[in-house]
């Protein structure tokens, strides 16, 4: 199966999001993982779904400016790049 380029929106479940992109590289494709509509919340869970990126060489990139501090900030037309870019789009 050929590489694909998959760009994880994590729009309503920030968790959720980190455990599918962190499960998606076990088929050896390239991803992305973009946290929008507002920050991560600071629970056990989210925690525990961070260390998930951590161990699958995933750095989350952010539409969300609070979070610009830690993450990468990518505006509208960086966005739009991303999905553009990318040959499949998971929205959760």
């Not at 199966?1 to 999001?17: N, S, W, Y």
Request: charged share 20%; net charge negative.
């Amino acid at each position: 199966m050929a590489e694909k380029t998959i760009l994880v929106l994590a729009r309503r479940d920030h968790g959720e999001a980190m455990r599918v992109a962190a499960g998606l590289t076990i088929a050896g494709h390239k991803l992305r993982l973009v946290f929008m509509t507002g920050p991560v919340a600071e629970t056990e869970a989210n925690a525990a779904h961070a260390e998930l990126l951590e161990l699958s060489d995933i750095v989350p990139e952010t539409t969300v400016e609070a979070m610009a501090e830690d993450l990468a900030l990518l505006d509208a037309g960086a966005l739009a790049a991303a999905i553009n870019a990318s040959d499949i789009i998971v929205n959760l």
